[in-house]
T-cell receptor
Framework: QQQVKQSPQSLIVQKGGISIINCAYE??????FPWYQQFPGKGPALLIA?????SEKKEGRFTISFNKSAKQFSLHIMDSQPGDSATYFC??????????FGAGTRLTVKP | DAGVTQSPTHLIKTRGQQVTLRCSPK?????VSWYQQALGQGPQFIFQ???????QRGNFPDRFSGHQFPNYSSELNVNALLLGDSALYLC???????????FGAGSRLTVL
């Protein structure tokens, strides 16, 4: 069922560095691509999202880059902070209105 | 404003038993989706309820069933529990199937 492939599985970044997480999808019918952030013991929370007719979206330190022809999208976290340490999931909305999630990336930002 | 609330937060069952999980959506939301999140994995879509009917369903067996009540709250029922059903069950609400999902903290089910 999982049609979104996410990498890396885990990522360690120094404070102030750039965190980059990548996702690839197969189904061209996907029409909405969100990123979710999940802290231990909590449910996922929407971080930022993009539609396929846009190549980039930026909100504060978080940027999504979207490459429709390559069927890939990525999350960039600029000036990474220890408080950003969490698990990040990319997702894609299918034509049945269901959200397909990647397997997740555990980000650790070292002080 | 309360977000999505789920109960119970943790429960332990044995193989073959049945379980019911409950979800109250965020105020103003009318659509409820259920997801299963195995340890170290991303959430997997189980089904979505709107106007008290199952609107969409993922690749889950009929042992998984649900219900939505007139106040938009929802239940997830799992019959004949298997060890592999051990997971975090997440409820997410939205408004009329809009893109933005608001997740609850989940119900962690352990099947022994």
């Amino acid at each position: 069922q999982q049609q979104v492939k996410q990498s890396p599985q885990s990522l360690i970044v120094q404070k102030g560095g750039i965190s980059i997480i990548n996702c690839a999808y197969e189904n061209t019918a996907f029409d909405y691509f969100p990123w979710y952030q999940q802290f231990p013991g909590k449910g996922p929370a929407l971080l930022i999202a993009i539609r396929p007719d846009v190549s980039e979206k930026k909100e504060g330190r978080f940027t999504i880059s979207f490459n429709k022809s390559a069927k890939q999208f990525s999350l960039h976290i600029m000036d990474s902070q220890p408080g950003d340490s969490a698990t990040y999931f990319c997702a894609a909305r299918g034509n049945n209105n269901d959200m397909r999630f990647g397997a997740g990336t555990r980000l650790t930002v070292k002080p | 404003d309360a977000g999505v609330t789920q109960s119970p937060t943790h429960l332990i069952k044995t193989r073959g038993q049945q379980v019911t999980l409950r979800c109250s959506p965020k105020s103003g939301h009318d659509t409820v989706s259920w997801y299963q999140q195995a340890l170290g994995q991303g959430p997997q879509f189980i089904f979505q309820y709107y106007e008290e009917e199952e609107r969409q369903r993922g690749n889950f067996p009929d042992r998984f069933s649900g219900h939505q009540f007139p106040n938009y709250s929802s239940e997830l029922n799992v019959n004949a529990l298997l060890l592999g059903d051990s997971a975090l069950y997440l409820c997410a609400s939205s408004f009329s199937g809009a893109n933005v999902l608001t997740f609850g903290a989940g119900s962690r089910l352990t099947v022994l």
